[in-house]
């Protein structure tokens, strides 16, 4: 049995190309799509919104907003007026951002995971419409209230996680975990024994919705397609790479619990980012770690070793030069 398959789309896109895509995404039978945001790129909520009116059944989530761009009371509204627009179709995902990212913006990024604890706390009692006061080790209100009602104050709320620290604090306050591109499926499994242990130590069921981005290319021709996605996933691995320089554990998920060594992981990226091609560098084994390429029954195959590591729902970015065309390749064989 297949796990619930979404699309990505982000702030790098344009607006309307996005629209078009979450309306390929619909009639191909895909069931949600999820807009990433990061700092000083589009903000996703206006595309959002546009989507969720010229689609009718598919899921539109935010993965994921940041307290830092968005104050947690600001995130209770704006989800509130989304899931109204959208006839109860919206889906959240709070994470901290990017470290670095936010520094940028005057703002300190000493606690990232007390800051999204505290946003987790402050959007669910709003959104279940009560007056809210919250002292947090980062973000605190005194009476605040949403002034309508939120048309669905269970709304899941999903944290974006990568370390074990998050991770713990995920089970503890989460519904559910977002998993981010460039974590190869045997994380995801480390990550929900380390869920459930929280989430029982804090006396509560562990979350029920996993997310993982991975990147995609669907294609007819196998060969094609495995050798289109090594470039992008080559650039992907170095831009996560440096940023892990300041954030470890970054480069911890991404390569703890993959079949390639460490030292054998900054090698090669070393070559790629030396000039080397990428489809010479990079092996099979970053093919099936870190994407879902080649054709319909390599797909599903990827999808099979996600889904088998405890992964509830795929969001697969399209990548490449034709997203519309690979998504209805990969999309017949979910109709």
Not at 30 to 41: H, L
Request: a negative charge.
């Amino acid at each position: 049995m297949l796990p619930v398959i979404g699309v990505r789309l982000h702030g790098g896109m344009a607006p309307k190309t996005c629209m078009q895509l979450s309306r390929v995404a619909e009639l191909s039978g895909f069931t949600s799509v999820w807009f990433a945001e990061n700092p000083f790129d589009r903000g996703v909520l206006p595309t959002a919104a546009a989507c969720a009116i010229t689609t009718e059944q598919i899921k539109v989530g935010i993965g994921v907003f940041n307290p830092y761009n968005r104050h947690p009371t600001l995130i209770a509204m704006e989800m509130g007026a989304l899931d109204e627009l959208s006839n109860g179709r919206a889906m959240l995902g709070i994470g901290s951002g990017i470290g670095t990212a936010i520094e940028r913006m005057g703002l300190s990024y000493a606690k990232p995971v007390g800051a999204v604890r505290d946003a987790i706390h402050i959007v669910r009692a709003m959104m279940r419409g009560e007056t809210v006061t919250y002292d947090g080790s980062v973000f605190s209100v005194r009476n605040v209230k949403i002034g309508y009602t939120p048309p669905r104050p269970d709304m899941p709320i999903l944290m974006a996680a990568m370390g074990d620290q998050a991770l713990r604090m995920c089970g503890r306050v989460a519904d559910g975990l977002m998993v981010s591109n460039m974590c190869p499926p045997a994380y995801t499994e480390r990550a929900l024994n380390i869920l459930a242990e929280s989430a029982k130590n804090a006396g509560r069921p562990a979350p029920v919705h996993v997310i993982h981005y991975v990147p995609c290319v669907a294609r007819l021709d196998r060969n094609e397609a495995r050798t289109a996605v090594k470039a992008p996933i080559a650039s992907m691995l170095a831009a996560y790479w440096a940023i892990g320089e300041h954030t470890p554990t970054i480069r911890e998920a991404m390569i703890s619990d993959s079949t390639i060594s460490k030292d054998e992981f900054a090698a090669l990226i070393g070559r790629v980012q030396a000039g080397e091609e990428a489809e010479e560098v990079l092996d099979d084994r970053f093919v099936d770690d870190y994407s879902i390429a080649g054709d319909l029954d390599d797909c599903l195959a990827g999808v099979k070793r996600f889904a088998e590591a405890g992964a509830s729902e795929l969001v697969l970015s399209f990548i490449g030069d034709q997203p519309a065309t690979d998504m209805e390749f990969f999309g017949s064989a979910l109709l």
